[in-house]
């Protein structure tokens, strides 16, 4: 199956600092790549959309100043949690989809490793 | 919106033993995708199985879309199988609906 490498895989910082996070898939295109948060003992929540060369679409309660997406490329999606306060530690999950005639319907969920944030 | 509903919650397992993992859905989905989540937090692709069945070694998966359910069957289970098995289902947006998982212990 394709491949998504997210990195770090686990990262530790001081309270108030930014993280950033890096989503990338490694043999197909991305137009779109989503952004999960898990909480511990929870299913995954989706955070954002992520699309290439426009604004991500962000779920009902996320905040879009906190969570910065950018999606530069074809193969990279960027997070970076802003100002990180020990709340916002947790789990971190992207996702990519290879599209199939320019859409996304129909195809296969690739996850990267994830990004495990501790805030201090 | 869609619901998605996983069962049993919890699964403790001799290793050795077989077992059926269920996801029930309430509505028509445009695919449905099975995964393993390791103990490291990793998302393993198993099935994309929008209906019918599919076989991959000692894992099999069903879903009978007209029902709205899906199983996965694990024969010979081995201690590597713990961790937490997701079923997630597209809806019309395209947006990926979860299952609450079935965490899955497999006791030596």
């Known amino acids: 199956g394709a491949v998504v490498s997210q990195h770090p895989s686990r990262v530790i910082c001081k309270s108030g600092t930014s993280v950033k996070i890096e989503c990338r898939s490694l043999d197909f295109q991305a137009t779109t790549m989503f952004w999960y948060r898990q909480f511990p003992k929870q299913s995954l929540m989706l955070m954002a959309t992520s699309n290439e060369g426009s604004k991500a679409t962000y779920e009902q309660g996320v905040e879009k100043d906190k969570f910065l997406i950018n999606h530069a490329s074809l193969t990279l999606s960027t997070l970076t949690v802003t100002s990180a306060h020990p709340e916002d530690s947790s789990f971190y999950i992207c996702?990519?989809?290879?599209?199939?005639?320019?859409?996304?319907?129909?195809?296969?969920?690739?996850f990267g490793q994830g990004t495990r944030l501790t805030v201090v | 919106g869609i619901q998605v509903e996983q069962s049993p919650p919890d699964l403790i397992l001799q290793e050795g033993a077989n077992s059926t993992l269920r996801c029930n859905f309430s509505?028509?989905?445009?695919?449905l995708q099975w995964f393993h989540q390791n103990p490291w937090g990793q998302l393993i692709n198993l099935f994309y199985?929008?209906?019918?069945?599919k076989q991959n070694g000692r894992l099999s998966a069903t879903t009978v879309a007209t029902e709205r359910y899906s199983l996965l069957y694990i024969s010979s289970s081995q201690t590597t199988d713990s961790g937490v098995y997701f079923c997630a289902v597209e809806d019309s947006n395209y947006q990926l609906i979860w299952g609450a998982g079935t965490k899955l212990i497999i006791k030596p």
């Open positions: 199985i929008p209906s019918g069945t």
């Open positions: 996702s990519a989809r290879p599209h199939y005639r320019d859409s996304i319907m129909n195809t296969e969920a690739f």
């Open positions: 509505d028509s989905v445009n695919n």
